[in-house]
Each structure stands twice: as structure tokens, then as C-alpha cells.
């Protein structure tokens, strides 16, 4: 190894901070180098024994730039005393002397064989660890469930399968309308994440109700990691003013972004969450929000906006004219049976104004899906076969709406004795129907009935005497003095000294103590209430407990929830407010005290639903104590006798509330078992026959297999569970957080604590603050413990982190040794990875096709091909670390011969890319092709096909194959082997 000697003028580059440029040697002193880096203004001193440091040597042929910014092609290279003069030849042919001092200091060596030239050799497992990034991208951009990965959701198939479907189409327009409990909101979340991930989306508009406005932010931080800006009116004004102040910032990036004194927020961010009262009560807002693009619109609770053929109420005309600019529409909002014909063709305007014009024209074509509907129930009976062997006329009907070739299948398997043909033949008649006669493109609604793996419920309830106190004031000569609401929660009956009163703490003390092993979760109405519970539980009866209410912030929140989930030293009791407890999932509890009970019937369900979810193991165990003869008991019996609320879900609940509600108020007033009561109770509960009655006879089974097709969903949960690959995943963290300084702690079983080391390689690390981050790889633990990061393919840190590996020059050189005995020692071996790259828009989705394709070849010092021969598994094997001067020096002796090598090498991948491209681009146009023909056909007999689409199809095609044209080949790294 040569002895390195130091002379002032010499040019060198850190290995560590290449960004600085060339440095230049100014002084050496004590065995200490000091070295200018005049493009970064820095001055670095350095131990001459091992500074991290590389001599820059320009070789011939090589175009350099001189500090006056002028070209030069290097035609000789001269040491002098040390310093290297280059005789040059400048644009025009003339000859130019270029001491290196006068080199531009403004270089950064970032191709790979440029960064191994000069010395910047980064160690194999780098090297490794960049080469496995590659892998790892290119599968997760092949995969077929791409985008929903990185939700911290249950795998449900419901909400899987709407997600793929909507998410995987052009600008999708559609409507949520599943039952309450189904979520609605998470299939939503989940269909922005795709957009968002697979790049067809990139700016997203969400609208809600005021009372939702926190819990979506919430939602979709904590389940998505997607970090949505709220935009007020005080927020709005704080942007403007400062857009107008930008003449006053020295930062240039700052005053071209806000330099426009028409400054409009809604640019401000990418996803933005806002109230629907917001824009409607501001037309110069809303006039902002109409003037920015949006890729995607999202309302929730759409069904409050209300719309007549005689009138139209500003909220709607609100949305209607955002709906219009948006390319993509998603409405969240209550199911068909529940708004009724006017207000369900009102939704349906709002996605497709020309498709739905006219409601009687609507009402009409409803009743069109009626016979399909009919032919779609006698194809699912259990007897299909035989009724169709005795009724001709069904397949003559299937034969109409589909065709005889399409039918051919199942009038063979008919008479058949083969029940799994006719079986696949039914299966394949209902998806043709489904495709082109079906009413769930636009729409997509599943209900309880539909979705397995609900628990049981089981209600359980506590007579209890009533306070003398309260007594006296429910009976007060004055009918105003005491509310219904206080009657309900009596705690604001009998004030601040409420709880030594009330029998039902006393009540809750004694059961807790009876089911200490128990987990359980208590809902009251108000948040004063839930503390004073708690604080007496916890000081007086020894019980671990945690509160859970609104007012405390988000992290106090998690904390509570965290401290509630943990089995070993958690708390045995968590008490909720009303509001704190929306959006959560305590389903690993089945026991529910209702403190109180709600007089809104869908917000008891509300309640009941953070237990009573799917994938609950045990019966949901209902507790309510209450006081008799008091409007508690009233209350409980209408609930429980009435529309048996507790022990099943009722979608009609609401209305039922609403038609009965002025029998009940007075029923609540009068307290006692009357005959009123009774008859209440009776009426309420025909009724309740009634309606589920009707909502069973009128449900759709072309859209309920439209939105929910079993067998597809299923497959999509199977290859969720696939594409997690966890130990996978946990391998090539553990990797990057050791490459990049990032310390590890275990926690547990499932989880990790991470925190900033103290020799990170860069000053930042995606998604990890000063603070240590606990996370988790396991889906089971992140869903019952939400105050950790869940750690999947798609979550900012990795995909941060994968960035962050490629993005720079990080491992894209190395130098090892190694021991063949085919090949004579000193036979220098190339491993050169290229990637084929094709930069195009991300709503062309080229990526499907074309994913980023690693292209290894491996040549030796004769230019013979060894990619076959020498696989990456022989190099890591055989392979042997060398000392960096070592491989500098090595690297610099054989410099014209890996040139050489590179020209070589590039030769070969050319030739595979020419072969990537072609398989890539008739992939594409197959699969457009066939969707294109496809959708084609539907739309003569579907309107539901948008013409939009159609063009769109078409449009992509011919710019999916101009953008393949360009397709270029890349080299990503390279590795010099020496056969020892």
C-alpha cells in the first residue's frame, strides 16, 4: 500500500460529506490535515492516519470543469511535486493548462463508477443492503394489493374488496353506503391511501360534518399516516397574511410561493380536511377551494344534503359545484333504504350528473334491475338446478340479457350430473350479469346480514333504588325543573357530591371487584362524569382505571387506550366520555358497562360497536344499571322490547326514534310502568317487525354481490397476508436502522424501540423524532396498541428509508476479495446493477409493467459474461472485506481495465433492456386492450360505464407506450471483486 503524503493545493473529497464539493489541502501541522471546501464555505481538520478522505485523480479523457466554469477534456496527466497539472483541450480544440487548484470545486461524484474512481468505496454490506432495496421495491410496485398494505385496519374482505375496486379505477366516483358498524370511513381512508400510493391521486379535498372534523383527522393520521392540514377561517387568514408579507423573507423558496397577493390556502397543502359549514357559509372560500385542482373529493354523512326537484339547499349546491371540478368523487353516507328514492338519486347526481338527469327517468330504470334481480335470486337458491330443469323460461331470460354463447356453459351443466360444473357455470352467469346489468358500479353498500363474523350480544341489566333527591326532583310540581337529559344521567340531578349518592357507583365498585381478571370498557354521556368516576374508582376502590374523554390531546389519548390494551400492568377499567370513545376499537374487552343510555338510537350502536366488531372472540356482554320506575327503566325497556337494540343491530333505529319520539318523550316524563308504556312498547315493536321486514324484501342481491364479491375479497385478504412478509420486513429494518445509526431497543415480543444514535449518518431519519418511537411489525399488536407506529411496506419510515438508501450515492460501490479457483488470481471481476428507469406520470400506473427492474451483469478482466456463472449468493459467500487504502489503491492500478469493464457491461444490459421494454409494453397493451374492449361492450348495456373512462382508456394507451420509448438503462452500483 503507498504511503499517502500531503501537499498544499492537493484536491481531495470526504467520503463522509461528499456533498461538500472538492476540498482543497491549505495546512499540515502535528499529523493533522486541514481542508478548505470552498463550495460549501466549510474547513474541515482531519488526522492524516485515518482521515475519511480520497485523492481526486482525473484521468485522460475525462471532461472536467475549470473555476472559471469552462469545459475541458483531459488529454495528460502531470505530477508535480505532488499536485497533478492537467494538459487539457478546451470547447474549440485549443490547448489549456489546469493546475488541479484550479479544478471547479463545485463536483459531486454520484454515478457510481465516478464515487469508485475517486476512492469512495462503501463497505459490501452497503452495497448489499442498496442491491436488496431494489428487490424490495420492484416487488411491492409488482404487487397486486399494493397501496393497502400500510393501513392499520382489521383485514376485513368487505372493506378490502370495495377498496380495490374503487381505488383501482380512473378518477373513481362512487358511493359508501354500508350499514353502521361496517366502516365506511376506514374504506374510504383506504381507497386515498391507494390513490395516494400508487400515485394516480395527489391532492385530496375532504369535507365533513362539524362534529367529525377532529376524529377524521384522527383517522387518518393514526390508521393511514396521512397528514391532512384543517383549513378555518383562521388558519386561511394566517396563510394569506403571510403570502402578503413574503416580499419580507430572505428565503427566495418562500417568496416564490407566496409572492402572488391572490394566494390561494387551498394550495397550500396536498390533503386538506375542512367542514362542509365552512365552505358553505364563505362563497369566497368556497370559490378558493373551487379554483384549486382536486385529484379527489370526499363527503362524509353526504345524505344531510338536501335536494328536491323544487329546491336545492345551499349545502348541496356547495358540494355540487366542487363535485363537477373534482376528477374523483367519494361519498360517504346513509344506506338507500334510509334516504329514501328522491334523496338516493340526489346522491347519485352528484357523481354522475349526465348519466342521473331526471328522477322519474331514475325510478324507471330501477325498476328495470328488478327481473335481474329476480333471475339472480333463483341462480343462488340452494334448488337452482332443479328449478331451472323445470322452468325453462329462466334460461330463455339468461339467454336474453347475456347471449346464447355466454349461457352455452350452463344449459350443458343443467341436466349434468356433475353438481361443481353446474356450480361454476351459475358462478360465471352471475358475474357476466353482475358486469353488465349490475347497479353496483357507482354504488357500493354491504350490510350486517351480509358480513360474517359479528359476535353475539347479551344484555344484562341492574335495577337499582333511586336517591331520595332524585326522586323528589323528578316529581317537582314544575315540569320544567328537571330536563329528560338529567333525568338520564342523574349525576346532574344530584350536583357536585353526586358520586357517594348515586348507587350506581356503588354498584360499578362492587362488580369491577367481582371480575378483576375482566377487562372493561364504561361509556357515560358527559366528560365530568367520566372523571369523577375514574377518580374515585381508582383512590377509593382500588381499581386501576384510566379516563378517556375529549378533552385530552391526542397523545394523552394513546396513552390511556395503551394503558387500558396492556394485559400484564394495564388498568382493568377504562371510563369514556360519549365523544372520547368514537373511532376506537377496544374490542379485546367484551364486557360494556353503559353507565347511562343515550336517547339517539344510532348512538347507542355507536357505543355497542366498539366491542361488537368483527373479529370479537367472545359475546359481547351489555351491562346498564339503572334506577326504577325512573325514565332510565323507560328508556331501557323501549330500547330493549321495543326495537331490541342491544341484543342485535337495527339499521332502522333512527327512524324508528323519529316516529315514535313525541310517545316516548311523554313516557319518560311520566316515568311509571303505565299503559301508555306498554302500549308504546307494543306498537314500537310491530312497528320494528315491520320495517326489518320490508329492508329484508327490498334488498338488492345484484348490489350486494356486487360490493362484496367473496370469493375476490378473499383473495385480496390472502395476499395481504402474503405481502406483509414480516420477518421479512423485521430483517431489512434492522439492516437500514444499523447502516444508518438508528439505535434498537426491544420492547416486547412484537415491538421495538427506536431513538437517534449518536453516530447517525445523517442528521435525520424518516418518521423519527428526538423523542424514542415505539413500533410494532405486527398487525395484531398495532390494532390494540395505537400509541405504536405499525411498521409496514408502506409506511412513511421505510418507504423513507428506501428513499434515502437510493436516492444518494449510499452503497453504490464496493470492494471485496475472493477465492475461485476456475480463475487466476489477479483476475479483476466486475458486478455492475443497472436499473431499466421510465420517468412518467404516476396515473399511467407504468409501474405495474415496467416496476423498477434491477439488471445485474457480471463481467471479468477478459470481458467474458459470468452473470449466470457467478451468482449474488457466491459473492456474498465467498466474498472478503479489504482495508479501504487497499482497495483504493487496487482500484486505481486497475482503473483502464474496469473502464473497460463498465463499457462491457453497459453493452450486455442493453441488450436485456430492449427485451424488458418489449415484454413490458405488450403486457400493457394487452391488459388496456382487453379492459378497453371490455368496458366498451358494457357501456351499450350499462350506463353506469362512464364515456369519461373510455377516453381516458384510450388516451393512456398511446401515452403509457410514447413514455416506454424513453425508457432509460442506468448504472445503480458497481462491485470490483479480486480473485486472490
Known sequence: MSTIVFVPGQRWISNTESELGLGIVVEIANRRVEISFPAAGEQRTYAMENAPISRVQYEVGQQVMTESEQAVTIVDVIDNNGCFIYNATDENGEQVIVPELDLSSFVQFSKPQDRLFAGQIDKNRAFRLRCETLEQIRHQQLSSVRGLLGARVQLLPHQLYIASEAANRYAPRVLLADEVGLGKTIEAGLIIHQQLITGRSKRVLVVVPDSLLHQWLVEMLRRFNLFFTILDEQRCQGLEEFGDLSEEFDDPFMMDDHADNNFNPFDSAQLVLCTLSFLRDNPARHAQAMAAEWDLLVVDEAHHLEWSEQQVSPAYSTIEALAKQARGLLLLTATPEQLGVASHFARLRLLDPDRYYDLPTFIEEEKNHQPVNALVQELLAEDAQQRMQNNA??????????????????????????????????????????????????????????????????????????????????????????????????????????????????????????????????????????????????????????????????????????????????????ICSEIGSEGRNFQFSHHLVLFDLPLNPDLLEQRIGRLDRIGQRHTVELHVPYYQDSAQQVLLRWYHEGINAFERTCPAGLALYQEFEQSLLQCLTQQEQSAELEQLIENTKARTAETLQALQQGRDRLLELNSCNHEQADAIVEAMVEEERRQELTGYMEKVFDQFGVDQEHHSAAAVILRPGDHMINHTFPGLTDDAVTATYSREVALSREDMQFLSWEHPMVTGAMDMVLSGDFGNTAFCTLKLPPLKAGTVILEAIFIVQCTAPGELQLQRHLPLTPVRIVVDSNNSNLSNVLTTAHLEKLGQKVAKRSAQDLVRHARPQISTMVNTAEQLAEQQKDNILTSAAEAMQSEQTAELQRLTALAKVNPNIRQQELDYLKAVNVKAQRYLQGAQLKLDAVRIALVI
Not at 341436466?415 to 357455470?425: E, P, Q, R, Y
Not at 353482475?434 to 346480514?449: A, C, I, K, Y
Not at 331520595?468 to 315540569?479: G, Q, T
Open 393 to 574: 323460461n329462466l334460461l330463455a331470460q339468461l339467454t336474453d340479457y347475456l347471449g346464447q354463447d355466454t349461457v352455452a356453459e350452463l344449459a350443458t351443466a343443467i341436466n349434468s350430473d356433475d353438481g361443481a360444473g353446474f356450480t361454476l357455470a351459475v358462478e360465471a352467469v352471475i358475474s357476466q350479469l353482475l358486469d353488465r346489468h349490475g347497479t353496483g358500479r357507482v354504488l357500493f353498500r354491504n350490510t350486517r346480514s351480509s358480513v360474517a363474523g359479528f359476535p353475539e350480544r347479551c344484555l344484562q341489566h341492574y335495577p337499582l333504588v333511586s336517591p331520595a333527591r332524585y326522586v323528589a326532583a323528578c316529581s317537582s310540581a314544575d315540569a320544567n325543573a328537571v330536563t329528560i337529559e338529567q333525568q338520564l344521567a342523574p349525576e346532574f340531578i344530584l350536583g357536585p357530591n353526586w358520586i357517594v349518592e348515586d348507587p350506581r357507583v356503588e354498584w360499578l365498585s362492587d362488580w369491577l371487584k367481582q371480575h378483576r381478571s375482566e377487562k372493561v370498557l364504561v361509556i357515560c354521556a358527559k366528560a365530568d362524569t367520566a372523571l369523577d368516576l375514574e377518580e374515585h374508582l381508582r383512590l377509593r376502590g382500588g381499581v386501576h382505571s384510566a379516563v378517556f374523554h375529549e378533552g385530552l390531546s391526542l397523545v394523552a389519548r394513546d396513552r390511556a387506550a395503551a394503558y387500558f390494551a396492556d394485559d400484564e400492568e394495564g388498568a382493568q377499567v377504562l
